[in-house]
């Protein structure tokens, strides 16, 4: 193994690094060799602002060895620092920080082999005229311009095995109290089972620290084995990254399943749900530990995504959380690793474009992942909600989605789209710059990367830390709203009403018929059949279909007491006998309607009064 | 026939953050379901109710709804989120018609409210499921027109994607022609005799937890032979994938 320096060339006195090839380089030998080399020749060394918080969620993430990362790579900084060659760009974005170098020849940019940063750059179609360096483990490839670079570096294609549907066929049912053993033969005892999901169970084992998830019959394919036994291989051991760490075998060496470190808790799906889920789980919970959290589960993210890893299924559901300090990452055996696809994902983290796909016959983008990253980050901050839900809304997500109808632009206004329940007091309080990177993010469809969002997340942590709010409320998990009287809004009782009136009263009101013609949904629902049905069309008169302003149906509007249409049935007639009604009823009938003709009428005799005044005074 | 009031837990339409997953059940409770059918319906209903209890995800986000026609048309269960442990009242026969139109028309005008109830407020919601199941023909005052408006709105809100169908006939005297035409997106209507309802809610429950945890997609709803899955291999041969 050696690196030889002498490729690198000698007109390249910028160096940019990215962290991927930081770290990387940090685990070869010769990492000492080559910062001397740096200094002696006096290059440059320059690092965007994230390159920091991406050691910061090494650091927080890696365990022994890989621990040993964190100090050569103070070291590399801190030499580089004090021989006065170290630069910092205020670029995040590893694209933005690149475009800034595009034309300069003296640059060269190190990136890590078949890293997400190389995918990034390629994905961002610039072209640079710096040189490359591609660093591997043992060795650097250098290219002269990036073209040339991204022309040899290709992407992964997708693993041909992700077009099998063929399945193991095993007959093997575990159950508690059952053996599976790994592969060098040591014996684990099922103990209890923990958890019942789509693909399998998941089961404690009498190791506390470990458990195993045994998968259902027809569910093994020859791409989840092969991922499994690759990820095995490359063993991510993160504490609170659930990585599959040992296959499992059934008594006849049929694969059965892994074994990974146990998660501890509840999914991030049961807590953040709302103020009442959230408190119910964590009473004393305040805004930082919100973002605490969601540091943690970003770092993940992150983290795995230096290892070239990319979730793909990014969803609540798929965390889980014992308190902010300890978060786990679960079902990490969906993940996309190299050539091999998450098949997995949902309509609500999923990016628009991706929609129409199968997740199995796809590799999935950094940019895709970004996408998923930023409604995480979103739902996480405010307590579950989606970022496109919204009060008045379209018919479905998707519209809203791809409509960009972002409800938190609109805020001052009187008829708010946001949620209720505090949503809008949670957006108030956030820093302006979450507050710019939501609306560019969800309004203008902006894609972020992870270590951005990590950053801005962080500076609202620690100014909230500092206690840099001089509003008391900022701090509280859902500022300036009362919690313990927090109600839905007022219910009306009208639709209990329409209820009744559609069932079983609506016919008596004859002349409602026509009003709803307009809208079309109505119409097609309730459209009347013949226009003298008023009377025998007894049951299913047209209904109103609420429009803009609902009434809003509750449990106790609809179901309470369970409306039966025969109690009401004898009241209601099946004809209607229109009765000819004397002259002075009908004008009493009238005038009770009709206004104008009331005043009508008095002008009338207020008139005669006086035509009688002027002739009998004549 | 009473409402247990506590089968559902006060308050969930304003604070839970979650997508909710509207479900009417449209239930046939006539003169001819009586006896057995009606025992079997209660217990796929209560397996179904078990399987959403099961997956937290699903329980939270399922929004239950049960409406029953025989003679005259009962919203049975209004909507709400199952609870843990409460269990639903058994659903009783009666014994007279079928306004099944009638039935229908209730569910679209329940479906309704309850997604203006979440746009309202602000909820997200994945499009709703009318599950209507019955073992006859419509019968009553009008029970043919009201059928015929019913068709012409399920159909509507179908064509939009805004509704999805199962329309399911039990036994031998189901009038299919009119019964098929309720969905257009299925090919034809789900046939069971009444031992199967286990299996057909089965199914209901597992297709909820998929809509609701693994983003499946609703035209999957309509393809009963489940995912066309590929064959099985013996273990020398799978091994023989890897190889390579």
């Not at chain 1, 949902?346 to 895709?368: G, N, Q, V």
């Not at chain 1, 609420?546 to 009241?571: C, F, H, Q, V, Y």
Request: hydrophobic share 40%; charged share 25%; aromatic share 10%.
């Amino acid at each position: 193994m050696a690196i030889d320096l002498e490729q690198i060339p000698s007109s390249c006195t910028r160096l940019l690094f990215d962290y991927s090839a930081v770290f990387q380089l940090s685990s070869c030998n010769q990492f000492g060799e080559f910062t001397e080399w740096i200094i002696q020749s006096k290059r440059e060394v320059i690092l965007n602002s994230s390159f920091r918080f991406f050691h910061e969620c090494v650091v927080n993430e890696s365990v022994f060895p890989e621990k040993r990362v964190v100090s050569v790579v103070r070291d590399f900084i801190e030499r580089v620092r004090s021989a006065g060659l170290l630069v910092e760009s205020v670029q995040t974005s590893i694209v933005t920080f690149v475009k800034e170098y595009a034309s300069d020849k003296s640059a060269c940019l190190f990136l890590a082999k078949k890293s997400i940063s190389v995918e990034r750059v390629r994905d961002s179609d610039m072209t640079g005229k710096f040189s490359v360096c591609i660093v591997s483990l043992n060795q650097i490839d250098v290219y002269k311009n990036l073209d040339s670079c991204l022309n040899e570096e290709l992407s992964f294609s997708i693993n041909p095995l992700s077009q099998s549907t063929d399945y193991l066929d095993v007959d093997v049912y575990c159950n508690v109290g059952d053996k599976v053993y790994s592969e060098d033969g040591s014996v684990i005892i099922l103990s209890e089972k923990i958890s019942t999901g789509a693909e399998g169970i998941v089961f404690r084992t009498t190791d506390p620290k470990w458990v195993a998830k045994i998968y259902h019959k027809g569910v093994i394919t020859p791409l989840r084995w092969r991922k499994l036994i690759h990820m095995t291989k490359t063993g991510i051991s993160a504490k609170g990254i659930c990585w599959p760490s040992v296959l499992l075998y059934s008594f006849n060496s049929s694969p059965v399943g892994y074994l990974m470190q146990t998660a501890e808790g509840n999914t991030l799906g049961t807590i953040f749900d709302g103020p009442d889920a959230v408190l119910a789980h964590f009473p004393n919970w305040q805004r930082i530990d919100v973002l605490q959290t969601a540091a943690h589960i970003i770092e993940k993210i992150v983290y795995l995504q230096l290892h070239g890893v990319l979730i793909g299924d990014i969803q609540l559901k798929n965390m889980m959380i014992k308190d902010p300090e300890n978060v786990f990452l679960i079902d990490m055996d969906s993940v996309q690793v190299e050539d091999m696809p998450c098949p997995v994902g949902t309509e609500d983290y999923t990016p628009p474009e991706l929609w129409d796909f199968s997740f199995s016959e796809i590799l999935r983008k950094p940019f895709h992942e970004d996408y998923s990253c930023g409604i995480l980050v979103f739902s996480l901050l405010f307590c579950g909600q989606h970022p496109y839900a919204q009060r008045l809304g379209k018919e479905t997500l998707r519209e809203e989605i791809l409509a960009n109808s972002f409800p938190y632009l609109t805020n001052t206004s009187a008829e708010s789209m946001i949620p209720v329940g505090g949503y809008d007091k949670i957006w108030d309080a956030l820093t302006e710059n979450l507050k710019i990177m939501f609306i560019q993010a969800f309004s203008r469809g902006k894609r972020f990367e992870p270590i951005e969002w990590y950053s801005a997340i962080t500076e609202y942590r620690d100014m909230l830390l500092r206690r840099e709010y001089s509003d008391d409320q900022s701090y509280l998990l859902f500022p300036h709203t009362d919690l313990t009287t927090f109600k839905e809004p007022p219910v009306t009782l009208s639709y209990k009403k329409t209820i009744r009136e559609a069932i079983i009263q609506a016919p008596l009101n004859s002349n409602r018929v026509n009003t709803y013609e307009g809208s079309s949904s109505s119409k097609m629902l309730y459209n009347r059949q013949s226009s003298n049905a008023a009377t025998e069309d007894h049951f299913f008169e047209p209904l109103k279909v609420p429009e803009e302003k609902a009434p809003m149906p509750t449990r106790e509007g609809i179901g309470n007491p369970i409306i039966r249409s025969s109690d009401l049935r004898d009241i209601k007639p099946h004809k209607v006998h229109v009765k000819k009604e004397s002259f002075f009823k009908r004008l009493a009938k009238k005038l009770r309607k009709d206004r104008t003709l009331i005043l009508f009428m008095v002008f009338i005799i207020c008139a005669a009064f006086l035509v009688f005044l002027a002739i009998y005074f004549n | 026939m009473a409402k247990d009031s506590k089968t559902f837990e006060a308050s969930d339409f304003g604070k839970s953050t979650r997508r909710r997953l509207p479900i009417c059940f449209c239930l046939d409770v006539s003169g001819s379901m009586a006896g057995n059918p009606i025992r079997q319906l209660n217990d796929g209903l209560s397996s179904f109710f078990s399987s959403i209890r099961e997956n937290d995800e699903t329980r939270a986000s399922a929004d239950i709804c049960i409406v029953t026609f025989g003679g005259t048309v009962d919203i049975f269960l209004p909507f709400g989120k199952l609870t843990k442990d409460h269990s639903i009242p058994k659903i009783q026969a009666t014994t007279s018609l079928t306004p099944i139109g009638e039935g229908i028309l209730t569910s679209l005008e329940l479906l309704i409210a309850r997604k203006e109830g979440y746009k309202n407020l602000g909820i997200k919601y994945y499009q709703p499921w009318l599950v209507v199941i019955t073992d006859g023909a419509p019968q009553g005052n009008n029970a043919i027109e009201n059928m015929e408006k019913a068709i012409t709105a399920v159909n509507e809100l179908e064509s939009l994607d805004r509704l999805v169908v199962f329309n399911i006939g039990v036994g031998n005297n189901v009038d299919f022609t009119l019964l098929k035409r309720l969905s257009k997106k299925r090919q034809e209507p789900i046939c069971i005799d009444s031992a199967q309802f286990s299996k057909l809610f089965e199914f209901l429950g597992s297709s909820s937890s998929s809509i609701v945890s693994s983003g499946m997609k609703d035209d999957a709803l309509y393809d009963l032979s489940g995912t066309t899955k590929g064959n099985s291999v013996a273990m020398d041969e799978f091994f023989k994938y890897l190889e390579d």
